[in-house]
């Protein structure tokens, strides 16, 4: 049964998938943060745990594929060398995965740490928006709130 439905994961296919997987999760963090839905679906293992089986599966689909995984080093070397790994489609949806998850995670975060401080959540949407879209934007703005909630200025926490 695998074997007929395989090839119709290609990487296109699982770009739209992961783009659309995660929009339920960041609508539930953004209108409903406080539910139970949220804690129970969203700010728990269960979207990690898909994420990172789609990344898997893109990482064995690459593998049989005999993508040339130590050329990923060479985006160290400078900005031309990831401009050339960002025109593999493997490397792309690769890093679209990292991006995609840690941001969702970055948001999950967010919803979690703003309960303690009783941070009312429709101000609390703004952060999370700015998060699913730019990432460390949104938790630079959501430091800067929290730092009114919390009446005090912490390093670390």
């Given at each position: 049964m695998i074997e007929q439905i395989y090839p119709y994961f290609t990487i296109e296919i699982i770009y739209y998938w992961?783009?659309?997987?995660?929009?339920?999760?960041?609508?539930?963090l953004i209108f409903f943060p406080n539910s139970n839905l949220s804690k129970y679906f969203v700010t728990s293992i269960f979207p990690i745990l898909l994420l990172s089986g789609a990344y898997t599966f893109v990482l064995y689909k690459s593998?049989?594929?005999?993508?040339?995984?130590?050329?990923?080093?060479?985006?160290?070397?400078?900005?031309?060398?990831?401009?050339?790994?960002?025109?593999?489609?493997?490397?792309?949806i690769l890093f679209w995965t990292h991006f995609i998850s840690i941001n969702l995670f970055t948001g999950a975060w967010i919803v979690k740490d703003s309960q303690k401080f009783y941070i009312n959540k429709i101000l609390l949407g703004v952060?999370?928006?700015?998060?699913?879209?730019?990432?460390?934007?949104?938790?630079?703005?959501?430091?800067?709130?929290?730092?009114f909630y919390a009446k005090s200025l912490n390093l670390y926490d």
């Open positions: 992961i783009n659309l997987g995660v929009l339920p999760f960041w609508l539930i593998y049989i594929g005999s993508y040339d995984f130590i050329s990923n080093f060479d985006l160290y070397k400078g900005l031309g060398n990831l401009n050339e790994l960002f025109s593999n489609d493997i490397f792309l952060p999370l928006i700015i998060t699913y879209l730019i990432g460390p934007l949104g938790l630079l703005i959501y430091w800067l709130i929290r730092i």
